[in-house]
């Protein structure tokens, strides 16, 4: 189906204003004021086609000389300027600023949080935010005096911090005759972790605190239990106080500690590319994470020391999405 010229002609100069303002603005921290400098507004389809008809009434009234008809003429011109003022304050003095912004998985859904905020006495309706070049899914309404958090999603294909693109506010409130429109480009970001490999490498194995397994026969501190005696224990492990009772000979045992603390170490990942041992090591800190068991995280010139808690998890999954090989 082929494309209304009207459509045409306002995606062109939508496409002009927005190289235009493009160049003037670059990115803010925000919070972002829309003061009347930012705001853009053009006739809608059905403003283009109200435009028309006022001026064939127009016409049929200076042709006919009819006074009612000039009434309802001008009648309609006047609605059509309030129309007009009415679109434009309903973007007039908002606030736009970056909310929280939560870490997603290479591959996911990245979702940018933003908020409206609506510091005037008047209601705000059928506001719309999207990416430019694309359509709005959902209108918001703003009370006075009241934020609304709106969330704007983008696909995170790689790994890395995910800068979020000029989006576009907008507006055809109240009656779609006219479009009224700013643009926005925050100064937010949304950190990208590596995509999880799948579970076909073992993690390493737990260690103990002088780095070896745990072994109960070279344990020196914690009583483990008695088992009988074989030729090759030394006496000292004797428990002599049982042989009169049992009448036989049983060695007392001891243990270390055990120690969950996993060391997940980039250099154990031997024939794998740097994307493949980042995704490895992805999915050993989410398992190990999920188990409770203390791990650290060594990178070339990067290493975390032993931890278990979310931030932890959060701090080695940031150093893996950052990484630069």
Known sequence: ??????????????????????????????????????????????????????FVM????????????FVL???????????????????????????????VFAGQTASFRVLIDNASNQDRYSLALHWYGDDPITY??????????????????????LPAPRFTVHTTFPLGLFYAWCYVEL????????APADNRLQAPPSRGKHGGRHSQHSGREDFAGLRDYQRNDPPRLIHWKAYPRNRQLVVKQFADPQSDTLWLDWATLTGLDTEARLSQLCRWILDAHRGGLQYGLRLPDVELPPASDENHRHRCLEQLALFEA
């Not at 934020?147 to 790994?159: F, G």
């Open 1 to 54: 189906m082929e494309t209304p010229r009207w459509w045409q002609f306002r995606r062109r100069a939508e496409l002009r204003i927005y190289k235009w303002s493009t160049r003037r603005r670059p990115r803010e921290a925000g919070p972002v004021l829309i003061h009347r400098r930012r705001i853009y507004i053009v006739p809608t389809r059905m403003g283009f086609i109200f435009g028309f008809l006022v």
């Open 58 to 69: 127009l016409m049929g009234s200076m042709n006919y000389m009819n006074s009612l008809a």
């Open 73 to 103: 003429t001008f009648l309609l011109t006047g609605l059509g300027l309030v129309t007009m003022h009415h679109t434009h304050r309903n973007l007039l003095n908002l606030r736009i600023a970056a909310g929280p912004q939560e870490p």
């Open 140 to 161: 918001h309404d703003v009370a006075a005096g009241q934020k609304t958090l709106v969330e704007l999603n983008l696909p995170a294909p790689q790994r890395g911090r």
């Open 187 to 194: 100064d937010m970001h949304c950190l990208v972790y590596p």
